[in-house]
């Protein structure tokens, strides 16, 4: 009796809630009184393992024995109903505001509105924590409340078992051309080892060119980034535009590479390569100069804004450093305080690997169409492409297929349309110089900041400013004109653009005098009683001066 006693507390935890217990020792009490064997002692013993009084089960079990129930009567509270619940959310989560509305419907003669300190409690009983952050702050705010689960262990998986990439733009400005940029860079992690197995940088947006070049970069086992490298057996993505695109899901799959595209806004379902973008910034982009993330003076400014800043090849080279030493000398404790390299040495798995000059051509975006090599070279895009090797003076007049990086149109691989041997490489003719290239992109430049000059003084005279009133009414526009100014300003308008009024209104305009023999219409005369037609005045003039006209 006295071990009973002492595992009460795990006997509760077993049984559950106060009422699965109630429930199953009066049934069991039932059963012995029925047999003839219900004793003092056996409701001393379930009085001691519930923790209530025995006068407590004796009540218990008139119970059952007067209604036939051996759980509790529910008790009869105030409950937040779907309506309750969708009002409460137009308040934006405010109990109080939705009370003060409660009471002022009672007021009129509405139902009987709860106390605050129940409509609190309802809220807290009906409405869950997270469900009550979304109301306030969105979902956003909900999902911090969700349960997020762990992947299976690094030591159950292998390494290039699945692969996950990722834009991230960096949080540091760069010296590009003279004006300061923020670069993007592109790269695939492995999940087994957290290792970064190649990368690729770009000064403007990313697009399926960085996605492209870092594919190839990874799958390559070069000493930039390690002995990392080989044909993983999947690659994990987010709905970014650029992984979605044809191109990408074509390379890779040209190699058999399965892409499983992850829902969006879920960073924790890539958790890997989310974990090396806050490690980078943290471990490498905060030490340096130009960190658009670190301490800022009062209104956000920078500290030190003529510090100066790093070049884009400079960020570069560091980077590729970084990386290096982030696979090869830093342990993670995720890895059981082992480094990447340590990680993928220690795996015995067997690597793919591909030779550089096919895995460059496999990853290259095809055309689409077959396409006549002419004297003038291969046609594409409205431009020609020559090359210095022989094959292009031999295939003149036959059919060729082009493969491209994308983005790079300065030059395209060529390859036979019916048997697909690769037969060179062609380049742009009339290539423009670098320095044609500064210049054109200098005057793009000054022309889109003259524009935006230009559309900036129009939004300040399309501005309105309307007075402020402390009372309903009206709203009334301020900065009043005279009848002379506008009418000015409307015709300097019209004169300046150049172009006619949409309504033409011929009575504005002074008519000239007709010239000698025209009919000049007069108002009709009033009808005559015998019904004759009336001869217009002028016209009755006119026949009389010259006989002979004809009318």
């Known amino acids: 009796m006295g071990d009973l006693e002492q595992g009460a507390p795990e006997v509760i935890e077993r049984l559950g809630s106060l009422a699965q217990v109630r429930r199953a020792a009066v049934r069991r009490l039932l059963v012995l009184d029925q047999r003839g064997d219900l004793s003092t002692e056996h409701v001393r013993v379930v009085a001691s393992c519930v923790a209530v009084h025995e006068r407590t089960v004796w009540r218990w079990l008139e119970q059952a024995h007067a209604d036939g129930r051996c759980e509790r009567l529910p008790i009869a509270r105030f409950t937040l109903t779907e309506e309750l619940r969708a009002r409460l959310a137009f308040w934006g989560g405010n109990a109080s505001a939705l009370h003060r509305e409660l ?28 469900i009550r952050a979304g109301i306030r702050d969105g979902e956003q705010a909900r999902r911090a409340f969700d349960i997020r689960l762990r992947r299976p262990d690094k030591s159950e998986g292998h390494r290039n078992q ?55 970069a990874s799958i390559l086992c070069s000493d930039r980034y390690g002995e990392f490298g080989g044909l993983p057996e999947a690659v994990r993505i987010d709905q970014g535009k650029d992984f979605l695109s044809g191109s990408v899901r074509a390379a890779l799959g040209r190699f058999a590479i399965p892409v499983g595209v992850l829902p969006g806004y879920c960073p ?8 090396v973008n806050g490690a980078v910034e943290k471990m490498f982009f905060a030490s340096l100069p130009g960190f658009a993330h670190g301490a800022k003076r ?36 995720v890895l059981d305080d082992r480094t990447p390299q340590q990680m993928w040495r220690d795996d015995p798995t067997p690597l793919e690997h591909v030779e ?21 070279g291969v046609k594409w895009k409205r431009r020609h492409y020559v090359s210095e090797d022989p094959w292009i003076g031999d295939y003149v007049g036959k059919w060729v297929r082009i493969r491209y990086m994308p983005h790079h149109d300065h030059e395209i691989e060529v390859f036979d349309a019916s048997t697909g041997e690769h037969l060179g490489r062609a380049f742009l003719c009339d290539q423009a110089s670098a320095e044609q290239v500064r210049q054109i992109l200098r005057a793009r430049r000054e022309a889109a900041a003259e524009l935006e000059r230009t559309l900036k003084a129009a939004a300040r ?11 309903p009414g009206p709203a009334k526009r301020l900065g009043a004109l005279t009848s002379a100014e506008a009418d000015a300003e409307v015709r300097s308008r019209d004169a300046g653009h150049g172009r006619p009024r949409k309504v033409a209104r011929p009575q504005g305009v002074a008519l000239p005098e007709p010239a000698a023999g025209w009919v000049l219409p007069v108002q009709r005369a009033a009808e005559p009683e015998s019904g004759e037609r009336p001869m217009l005045a002028a016209a009755g003039q006119a026949d009389e001066q010259d006989p002979g006209r004809e009318t």
């Open 103 to 130: 009471v002022a419907e009672q007021e009129t003669g509405g139902v009987k509105a709860p106390s605050l300190a129940t409509l609190h409690r309802a809220i807290r009983r009906d409405v869950s924590q997270g």
């Open 162 to 216: 699945v692969w996950e990439a990722d834009h991230v733009q960096a949080p540091v400005w760069v010296e590009v051309d003279g004006r300061p940029v923020r670069p993007w860079i592109t790269w695939f992690i492995d999940c087994y080892c957290c290792a970064v197995c190649g990368l690729a940088v770009t000064a403007g947006s990313p697009s399926r060119e960085s996605i492209l070049a870092a594919a190839r």
């Open 268 to 275: 924790w379902l890539k958790g890997t390569v989310e974990m």
């Open 298 to 333: 009062l209104g956000g400014k920078p500290v030190d804004p003529s510090e100066p800043l790093l070049t884009f090849s400079g960020f570069v080279e560091l980077l590729l450093e970084w990386v290096a030493e982030w696979n090869q000398r830093i342990p993670k404790a």
């Open 356 to 376: 550089a000059e096919d895995l460059c051509l496999m990853l290259l975006e095809d055309d689409g169409r077959p396409r006549k090599v002419s004297n003038q």
């Open 461 to 471: 005279l399309r501005r309105e400013r309307f007075a402020a009133l402390t009372a």
